[in-house]
T-cell receptor, first 114, second 118 residues
Framework: AQSVTQLGSHVSVSEGALVLLRCNYS??????LFWYVQYPNQGLQLLLK??????LVKGINGFEAEFKKSETSFHLTKPSAHMSDAAEYFC????????????FGTGTKLQVIP | DTGVSQDPRHKITKRGQNVTFRCDPI?????LYWYRQTLGQGPEFLTY????????KSRLLSDRFSAERPKGSFSTLEIQRTEQGDSAMYLC????????????????FGPGTRLTVL
């Protein structure tokens, strides 16, 4: 079974500041890990994914995440926050190989302060 | 490619009524998923189809819920005798299976149907 824990349901940063959203995972098999973004009244959009290749994964909109097996973490970062980054972010995990159900975290709402 | 579409976007109903939602996946995608998202939570898996076959159902999917994908294209999710606890956003996603060169087949999400049960 897989699960993810997102630390902090709400995060506020100033425009131009570093964005750090935390995610820790639990998995009995080598995991695939994802970050999704959801804007109000919209579906989810994949930001980036880790599928056992490079441990530092770059995604869209300047976001990146690093897979750290020793810490069971997959934190999402962006060097400089933009007002358009305000949204809810979900970390998710699945097993690797074939079809595996994706399990989502509870989400972190990012507020960007001008 | 117009993406995944869902209809209706919003549904308000009275407790005890039946409701049906529709999902149209990306045209060449053979996998289709339904999720439920309640306020303050991430999406929770309900069920998934490979073509027209329903291959997995979550324990969340009580016997009041039924999903179909009759021709392997669009899907419907019906909730019978709705309860206030059914109020949620119902998300549909689709993906393309069968390409061994791709380690993970990304799920593309629709905008969701928000259900309010009064």
């Amino acid at each position: 079974a897989q699960s993810v824990t997102q630390l902090g349901s709400h995060v506020s940063v100033s425009e131009g500041a570093l964005v750090l959203l935390r995610c820790n995972y639990s998995s009995s098999v080598p995991p695939y890990l994802f970050w999704y973004v959801q804007y109000p009244n919209q579906g989810l959009q994949l930001l980036l994914k880790y599928t056992s290749a490079a441990t530092l994964v770059k995604g869209i909109n300047g976001f990146e995440a690093e897979f750290k097996k020793s810490e069971t973490s997959f934190h999402l970062t962006k060097p400089s926050a933009h007002m358009s980054d305000a949204a809810e972010y979900f970390c998710a995990v699945s097993g690797s190989g074939g079809y595996q159900k994706v399990t989502f975290g509870t989400g972190t709402k990012l507020q960007v302060i001008p | 490619d117009t993406g995944v579409s869902q209809d209706p976007r919003h549904k308000i109903t009275k407790r005890g009524q039946n409701v049906t939602f529709r999902c149209d996946p990306i045209s060449e995608h053979n996998r289709l998923y339904w999720y439920r998202q309640t306020l303050g939570q991430g999406p929770e898996f309900l069920t998934y189809f490979q073509n027209e076959a329903q291959l997995e159902k979550s324990r969340l999917l009580s016997d009041r819920f039924s999903a179909e994908r009759p021709k392997g294209s669009f899907s419907t999710l019906e909730i019978q005798r709705t309860e206030q606890g059914d109020s949620a956003m119902y998300l549909c996603a689709s993906s393309l299976d069968g390409q061994l060169s791709i380690p993970y087949n990304e799920q593309f999400f629709g905008p969701g149907t928000r259900l309010t049960v009064l």
